[in-house]
Every structure is written in structure tokens, then in C-alpha cells.
């Protein structure tokens, strides 16, 4: 029996495109919410993906990126290579992206490629689902392309990211860069960003 494949983008050139301006401009400005433009660039996401994720997929995976799945699902693997046309490894180092379906469950971030002193560039960009960027825990960001200091509250991104995170930064300029995406906005966290977690007031 055929394996029906959803459908990708409704209009695979604008929505890509609108979608990458997305991507760089929450790349170019660390901490800030970049707010995703309609979900309806395509009608259903494959599961466990959400619309914000599946969209960034098809803008930044193609057949020369490697990419490494949190989940063995079989319905988001052949969606992502009829449409991205990327192979998919399970070398958490040999990953140019990582797409992370359950930022509550994080992998082991540090198996992941950081890249070498000759080549930093060639480091795993982690794609994480997470359920919010404007409400959960309170964190400041601070670092290259933050004029001061911006602040946010996240949900759905397990505490081990944080500490993590913070030996990244440690790192540069190897290191590997995140992307959140949430339904409600996508934020980047390059590899030169600080954070700093917040006690909430009571």
C-alpha cells in the first residue's frame, strides 16, 4: 500500500522565501521574537512537527544538509525527503541540522558537531520545538547583536539547555546555533549569546 505524503508549502517560492527572511532576521537579532507570517503556508504538518518547525525545515533543509530526527517516525522522514530531498543520519556529528520534535526531552547536545578551529562553520544547527517564546520561564539574553539586553519567557525547553548553552558559548567561535520554534514566534540563540535565567517575581 502507497504511503500517502502531506503536501509541503502552498506556494513553495514566496512561502520559503518569506520563511528564510523569518530565520534571518531572528538569526541577526538574538533573543528577539520574530513572529512566523500564516501557519497556512501549508494545511497540515507532519506529526509530530509543528506548522512553525515543518515551515523552517523546508526553507533551510535540502539535499546537501544532513539531517539527524529526535523521532524514527516514518511519516516525517519521507515527508522531509520527498520534499527536502535531505538524507537523514543518525551521526549526531556528521548532522548539519538536528530537528528536535520535544524540547522537553533533549538529546545529548554535546554529541552534536561544533565545528572545527578551521572550520566553525561546520557545526550542527539545532532546530528545537518548543511550546512558547512569550510565556514560561523568564530568561535574559545578552551578547553579539544585542544592543543591552532583551528578555524572554520560554516554555517547553528542557533546564538542561541552559547549562548547556552556557559551555557553548565557551566554545567560540565553534559551537553549535539554536532555533526556536513555537507556535507563537521563532527566536535564535547563536552561539555567542549569553543567557541568564530569571527568578520569577513573586
Aim: aromatic share 8%; glycine share 6%; charged share 15%.
Amino acid at each position: 500500500m502507497t504511503q500517502q505524503i502531506l503536501s509541503g508549502f502552498n506556494s513553495p517560492v514566496h512561502d520559503s522565501q518569506q520563511w528564510y527572511r523569518i530565520v534571518l532576521d531572528a538569526m541577526s537579532r538574538p533573543g528577539n521574537v520574530c513572529f512566523p507570517i500564516s501557519t497556512e503556508a501549508f494545511s497540515q504538518a507532519p506529526s509530530p512537527c509543528s506548522k512553525t518547525a515543518a515551515s523552517i525545515a523546508l526553507t533551510l533543509f535540502d539535499n546537501d544538509t544532513s539531517i539527524w530526527l529526535q523521532t524514527s517516525d516514518e511519516k516525517l522522514t519521507h515527508w522531509l525527503q520527498f520534499h527536502c530531498g535531505c538524507p537523514i543520519t543518525t551521526d549526531k556529528n556528521a548532522a548539519t541540522f538536528a530537528l528536535i520534535t520535544d524540547g522537553n526531552s533533549l538529546p545529548d547536545l554535546t554529541q552534536f558537531s561544533i565545528g572545527s578551529s578551521e572550520f566553525p562553520d561546520r557545526s550542527t544547527t539545532l532546530v528545537i520545538q518548543v511550546e512558547s517564546v512569550t510565556h514560561g520561564e523568564p530568561v535574559e539574553f545578552s551578547g553579539s547583536g544585542i544592543a543591552t539586553t532583551n528578555k524572554l519567557n520560554i516554555s517547553g525547553l528542557d533546564s538542561s539547555f541552559w547549562e548547556t548553552q552556557k559551555n557553548n558559548r565557551s566554545l567560540f567561535p565553534q559551537g553549535f546555533d539554536t532555533i526556536l520554534a513555537a507556535p507563537d514566534g521563532v527566536v535564535c540563540i547563536p552561539r555567542t549569546t549569553t543567557i541568564r535565567r530569571q527568578t520569577p517575581c513573586m
